[in-house]
């Protein structure tokens, strides 16, 4: 099972691309705030962007905390989402350590990524990937933009 | 079908409320600039002056903001401090999709805040809190205790707000708009500071209904790529419009030094190329544009003699390179974003503040003014002396820089040196093409470069055929009014064609808007026309200072007989335009 991650979003332009392609596509919606993916400014513009998305977690703490079942462990981490039985408690929110569960405020219904791949395609800047989990057979390490560095400056 | 109306945020200052009313006709007034040209029509006294407090400040945005790639735009209407006439202005970052997620097509603001305020609206706010403690506080400095102020509220936000200049009301103060783009000419942040109001913070927390069926994400898929497999990436985003400056050069119509000459060896350590080798620190976008045209500068200052660095994140484009740069003579990449981070900080629009002190400068140098009047001495390339020179612009620091501050014209007309103030309806664009452009900008609606393509026609043109001229000024200006009224970036305006705005539209639900376009675009120019001649703009009227013909252009010299002709007919064209 492939999980979606940034490796290299220092490369990052906040064009918000990514979040507004996940909103169309697996949420039906147009929105930069209701999907798997949020990018965010953390110190105002000049300290550049970062992506609040689901590290794919197994076990995942927010499947642990829900109490319905509409969040399940994932095969390969990350979550199973069954909306229809969401009760809308927020605590999966909660208990994530890395605030990648948006809780839509008008309806309190929790988002997030579901490691389907949508938005890569629509990043300018390649800073999406989706890779194997690790610790699966074939996990390869992403490439980043410093891996990419180092080899070539031991090329010469 | 009935008519739907936008849904509008009226705040008043005054009595610090808001209210939400329905407004107007979408497929009518469309959104933007149409929008803008209506709620002005509907909420401005164009008799009374542009800082009364009662006049409105309007922000609009249209039907396909946050919908599609580059419509990303957001749309300012006032009434100009600067010439007293109708103004739109518009800015990127995140103020558009801010506002749609927060639902609101447009946001009005009249009256006068008792204290000096920031205004927060989103969905489930609407506060007036009081920042006098941020009096005189520069555009970064603001944008640091804002932040502080206002860490609450869900979704993204988008924060405008003004520097010293705004509140001492020079008549081209801008509005900062999320650190790296402006409402910049004509002087919107002078009527937020005659509104007491120093920021204003917008929450865009709200997720809209996508249209149902494969239709939008298709349209979209197809407007994406087109976006980025164009040259429009490489050219916006690779150099960004900074590669002009070299190209300008070359052609002759690169303004240096108040427009003394329109070509320089120094472009070398100036051009696109050197800032990008030298100084390029990253890229941004505005939301919703994978373009990220936005250059962002790394300017390193020592302070003190022990190695002792500071640095600055300054945001640079061809215009205030043009404006700040070689307009003043500057021969230095890191000079001049020196004089631009000065400008930033004290909220004056840069273009303007940046051909204002090449006046200034070629008036000390003619001694027509002299030190009692600039207080710093002003010679061209002196970067030093210009930063002083702009905390005096935007502190309006004695009555020479108070005048300055109302506009080149003015003080020029103080000092008799209006021969030489490069003033075109509003200081000039960087485009010193021909006879076409000056004309465009001097008579154009926005004064702006981007009212239409003059410079490109000056270009493409070297017979002196005014009507063909004219007639391309017109209809290209109804084409940008449709796009201005979606809003879209004018980057994009080879990928949105009308057909594909069409389609645009029709994905979304709006083929009565799509179908009434053309015909909406047309209207709403003329609006925007009877706005500015109900403020008693006079077409007629227009001047083209003699510096204009005295420079060589891309054309050559500048032709006195063809100008009052393009002058004439554009102005009887205006007329039509209204009384029709
Ligand atoms: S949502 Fe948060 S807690 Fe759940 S799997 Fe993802 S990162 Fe882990
Ligand atoms: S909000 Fe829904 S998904 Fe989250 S814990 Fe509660 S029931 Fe589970
Ligand atoms: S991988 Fe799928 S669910 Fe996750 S952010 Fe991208 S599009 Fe959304
Ligand atoms: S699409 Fe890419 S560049 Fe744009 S905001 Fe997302 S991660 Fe950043």
Excluded at chain 1, 26 to 55: D, M, N, Y
Aim: charged share 20%.
């Amino acid at each position: 099972m492939k999980i979606l991650r940034a490796p290299r979003v220092e490369r990052c332009v906040g064009c918000d691309s990514c979040s507004l392609a996940c909103a169309r596509l697996v949420h039906k919606r147009i929105s930069w705030t209701t999907a798997g993916i949020r990018i965010t400014s953390s110190g105002g513009l000049s300290t550049g962007f970062e992506a609040k998305i689901c590290l794919a977690c197994d076990p995942a703490p927010c499947a642990a905390a829900c109490p319905t079942g509409s969040y399940s462990q994932r095969k390969g981490g990350g979550v199973r989402v069954k909306p229809d039985v969401c009760i809308r408690c927020g605590a999966c929110a909660k208990a994530c350590p890395v605030d990648a569960i948006y809780i839509e405020p008008e309806t309190n219904v929790p988002f997030v990524c579901l490691h389907c791949g949508r938005c890569v395609g629509f990043c300018p800047h390649q800073c999406l990937e989706m890779i194997d989990a690790p610790g699966t057979a074939d996990a390869a390490v992403p490439v980043t933009d410093a891996a990419q560095e180092k080899e070539a400056s031991h090329a010469g | 079908m009935p008519a739907e109306p936008f849904r509008v945020l009226m705040v008043d200052l005054t009595r610090g409320r808001g209210e939400y009313i329905n407004f107007g006709d979408k497929n009518e007034h469309l959104g933007g600039s149409g929008l803008a040209a209506a709620l002005f029509a509907a909420y401005a006294d164009v008799s009374a002056p542009a800082l009364a407090p009662e006049q409105p400040l309007i922000f609009a945005i249209g039907p396909l903001t946050g919908c599609y790639p580059l419509m990303s735009k957001t749309v300012c209407a006032f009434k100009s401090p600067y010439n007293e006439q109708y103004a739109e202005s518009h800015a990127g970052g995140r103020l558009a999709l801010s506002l749609r997620f927060a639902g609101i097509d447009a946001l009005v603001i009249r009256g006068r805040s008792p204290v000096l305020s920031a205004l927060a609206v989103g969905i489930r706010r609407l506060d007036f809190v009081d920042v006098h403690f941020l009096r005189g506080f520069d555009v970064f400095t603001t944008g640091k205790q804002l932040r502080k102020l206002h860490r609450s509220g869900a979704g993204h936000r988008s924060t405008l707000r003004i520097g010293p200049a705004g509140e001492n009301q020079v008549a081209y103060a801008c509005i900062n708009v999320d650190t790296y783009r402006h409402f910049g000419r004509l002087g919107s942040g002078a009527v937020m500071g005659a509104k007491n109001l120093k920021a204003i913070v917008i929450d865009g927390g709200k997720s809209l209904p996508a249209p149902a069926g494969k239709d939008y994400p298709d349209v979209f898929k197809a407007i994406y790529d087109q976006v980025v497999d164009s040259g429009m990436m490489k050219k916006y985003h690779d150099l960004g419009t900074p590669e002009n400056l070299l190209a300008l050069n070359e052609l002759s119509a690169l303004p240096w030094k108040n427009l003394q000459s329109t070509k320089e060896a120094a472009i070398e350590n100036v051009s696109g190329e050197a800032f990008a080798r030298d100084l390029l620190l990253r890229k941004a976008a505005c939301a919703g544009c994978p373009v990220g045209c936005i250059h962002v500068g790394l300017l390193r200052e020592k302070y003190a003699a022990n190695n002792d660095y500071l640095y600055r994140q300054v945001s640079y484009d061809y215009e205030p390179l043009f404006a700040d740069g070689t307009m003043l003579g500057i021969t230095s990449a890191s000079g001049i974003l020196a004089v631009m981070d000065e400008i930033e900080r004290q909220g004056v629009d840069c273009m303007s503040a940046g051909v204002a002190l090449a006046w200034a400068t070629e008036a000390a140098q003619k001694g027509a003014i002299g030190l009692a009047e600039t207080i710093v001495p002003l010679a061209f390339d002196d970067v030093a002396g210009y930063r002083e020179a702009v905390r005096h612009l935007g502190n309006r620091t004695n009555e020479f820089y108070r005048l300055l501050g109302q506009g080149t014209m003015v003080a020029a007309a103080q000092y008799k040196g209006e021969d030489y103030a490069c003033v075109l309806g509003q200081e000039m664009s960087g485009y010193a093409t021909g006879e076409v452009f000056y004309i465009s900008q001097a008579m154009g609606v926005r004064h702006s470069h981007l009212d239409s393509g003059g410079y490109s026609y000056d270009q493409k043109h070297t017979d002196k055929d005014a009507v063909k001229a004219i007639d391309f000024l017109v209809a290209d200006e109804a084409d940008r009014v449709a796009l201005t009224s979606m809003v879209s970036c004018l980057f994009a305006r080879n990928v949105y064609t009308p057909e594909t705005l069409g389609r645009a539209l029709s994905a979304m639900g709006l083929s009565g808007m799509a179908e009434n376009l053309g015909k909406a675009a047309r209207n709403i120019q003329k609006l925007r026309w009877k706005n500015k001649i109900d403020c008693g703009f006079k077409p007629r009227e227009v001047k083209i200072p003699k510096r204009f013909y005295e420079v060589t252009n891309w054309k050559g010299q500048a032709d006195p007989a063809y100008l009052e002709e393009l002058k004439t007919y554009y102005a009887s064209r205006i007329e039509a335009l209204v009384s029709a």
